[in-house]
């Protein structure tokens, strides 16, 4: 016989886990991801990454934790320029995050079927499409997303261990962003409001939140020796805001053009009005809670993939136990149909010859060639222009970048071509290191160099709208590089 909980449903009501037809599901997923991850070279933010994590690990960055740079930069280390290698860790995340949100319809009751079009609605969203980067958007959603999953099975079973188990998971998502406070916030104010209002008092949680608040120390340690960097860059998110009908858009079509902003908007519609479904409510709640302060303080749309996970298992759920004719499933595998080869094309499965396009609201992922081959040629042209240096000048002269993206795209690939280390004053990089004092000239990349022309006898463009050669040092770089510092 089974135990009944304080939600009304009984232990034993789950049904069994689909196993076969999700894994296929995952397995398809992290396949094509595995087979598209050597097209076509390194994205800027894996070249800053791994640049970060390779060169200058440590417990803190201006603009992250450290784990995504500890990550790239290991995976460097042991599989030199492999982009299989060094992408496969984000397949795999992908993948486990559709078995988790089968994991999750399975919670709220629904069967095989639901479990298959949940995991199939994640693997047919935009989350698979940035999963193709080593970075933090694409890794920090499967962390919210087994943050879910836990509570959801917690506000079923009961099992206080499981809050426990929601703790160490945000510990480990507070080494890749430090966002999730904003979801437990939310969190524990919806289940004030709506309940269970036992979940603030239970003391696993708080032992949860102190594993995740001891990890997290060195990291905010870092963050507090460097002036509290993290928090600028609340405001550099803040300057790109799109507005926000293009934010509402972007939120929306991350989904997934085809079944997944279906599956959003009617799963979140079902976990609010569903009987089923209402202890589940205050989760629902908490994601419009922090949707809301992710419009308010101006974030970017990406950061809105975390939360797709419950509603596309509840949309499952809900839409399995309606009494539909049995022809319905043709459409809805059609819809799925379309929603994979849709959410393909925007991956890199292009020759890199065709131009970045998009077909309406659909990209391309001939975006992938366009942003990713540009980072080759453009260290290539510096490495070559470093290179004709005459030699005197060129042992005197530092490699300095005006933005973030080319400073770790010409460190990647300049070492054929004699640069070891490039200085910027972009936002992280300003923190790695200045130039030594024996560098006495810059070959100046980006923009115009107007931040470093006072202090330099001689500027020269050596490259029209893109290279100069700063010549005459006038001050010590203890004294220029505070006033080069940018965002």
Request: with cysteine; proline share 6%; net charge positive.
């Amino acid at each position: 016989m089974t135990s009944q909980t304080a939600t009304g449903t009984e232990t034993g009501d789950t049904p069994p886990f689909a196993r076969v037809p999700v894994l296929a599901v995952a397995v398809c997923l992290a396949a094509v991801l595995v087979a598209t991850s050597v097209r076509y070279a390194h994205g800027f933010d894996e070249l800053y990454f791994l640049v970060a994590g390779r060169d200058h690990l440590t417990w803190g960055y201006f603009d992250q934790p450290p784990l995504v740079p500890l990550l790239a930069g290991t995976l460097e280390r042991w599989f030199p320029g492999s982009l299989l290698a060094f992408r496969l860790p984000m397949a795999i995340a992908a993948a486990a995050g559709a078995v988790v949100t089968a994991l999750i319809a399975r919670e709220l009751g629904g069967g095989r079927g639901a479990q298959v079009m949940a995991a199939g609605a994640y693997a047919t969203s935009g989350l698979v499409i940035i999963s193709h980067w080593v970075a933090t958007y694409g890794l920090d959603p499967v962390f919210w997303t087994l943050v879910v999953f836990l509570l959801v099975r917690w506000t079923r079973t009961r099992r206080d261990g499981l809050l426990v188990w929601a703790g160490v998971v945000t510990a480990v998502s507070l080494e890749t962003k430090f966002l999730i406070p904003a979801l437990w916030g939310a969190v524990l104010v919806s289940a004030l409001v709506l309940g269970p209002r036992q979940l603030p008092g239970r003391p696993k949680l708080w032992l949860g939140a102190a594993i995740a608040v001891v990890v997290t120390i060195p990291a905010l340690v870092w963050q507090a020796t460097h002036g509290w960097p993290y928090a600028q860059m609340g405001n550099v998110v803040a300057a790109e805001f799109p507005g926000y009908l293009a934010f509402a858009r972007d939120g929306l079509l991350g989904a997934g053009i085809g079944i997944g902003v279906l599956a959003l908007l009617y799963g979140v519609w079902r976990l609010l009005r569903s009987a089923e479904l209402k202890p589940y409510r205050y989760l629902a709640v908490a994601l419009l809670l922090v949707v809301l302060v992710v419009v308010l303080t101006h974030g970017r749309s990406y950061y809105l993939t975390s939360l797709y996970a419950l509603p596309f298992a509840a949309a499952a759920t809900e839409l399995s136990r309606r009494n539909l004719v049995c022809w319905w499933k043709i459409p809805a595998w059609l819809a799925f149909a379309v929603s994979a080869v849709i959410t393909a094309a925007g991956l890199p499965v292009w020759p890199s010859s065709v131009q970045a396009t998009s077909f309406g609201p659909i990209p391309l992922g001939t975006t992938f060639a366009a942003g990713e081959t540009v980072e080759q040629q453009l260290a290539g042209g510096v490495g070559q222009t470093y290179r004709s240096l005459p030699e005197p000048v060129r042992r005197q002269t530092a490699v300095f970048a005006g933005i973030y993206p080319f400073a770790s795209a010409v460190e990647y690939y300049g070492a054929q071509y004699g640069i070891d280390d490039v200085y910027s004053g972009h936002r992280g990089y300003w923190y790695f290191d200045r130039p030594p004092e024996s560098a006495r000239n810059v070959l100046y990349v980006g923009d115009e160099p107007e931040a470093l022309r006072r202090y330099f006898s001689s500027v020269t463009e050596v490259a029209p709208g893109l290279m100069w050669l700063c010549t005459g040092r006038k001050q010590s770089w203890e004294t220029i590089w505070p006033e080069v510092k940018t965002q």
